[in-house]
């Protein structure tokens, strides 16, 4: 059974970082379309970056330059180190396998896999 596990979401000041791990069992990461997602209160669920089996990654625009998708093939985690947190980046941060394609318009729609969350929240 395929288990994905989120850690390392907190609440931080403006400004300061965060790393979030996304640890996977009976799952290899490496050899999967992974991806980081969130969603604020009240609001749709937004994809944040995608690695693809190649380790060419997307990131959404709003976070371009401040978050960075990245895995370790023998820890079998994906991690999104996210630096510069504003205030809009709060919200409960999933991680997620197998999209419909790893390719194109980052979207959560269709992915196959998700954890249950780890929450962040970031204060001004």
């Known amino acids: 059974q395929v288990q994905l596990v989120e850690s390392g979401g907190g609440s931080v000041q403006a400004g300061e970082s965060l790393r979030l791990s996304c640890t996977a069992s009976s799952y290899t990461v490496s050899s999967h379309c992974m991806g980081w997602f969130r969603q604020a209160p009240g609001k749709q669920r937004e994809a944040v970056a995608r690695?693809?089996?190649?380790?060419?990654?997307r990131h959404a625009d709003s976070v371009k330059g401040r978050f960075t998708i990245s895995r370790h093939n023998s820890k079998n985690t994906l991690y999104l180190q996210m630096n510069d947190l504003k205030p809009e980046d709060t919200g409960m941060y999933y991680c997620?396998?197998?999209?419909?394609?790893?390719?194109?318009?980052?979207?959560?729609?269709?992915?196959?896999?998700w954890g249950q969350g780890t929450q962040v929240t970031v204060s001004s």
């Open positions: 997620a396998a197998e999209p419909p394609r790893c390719s194109g318009n980052l979207s959560p729609a269709g992915w196959q896999y």
């Open positions: 690695i693809d089996t190649w380790g060419i990654t």
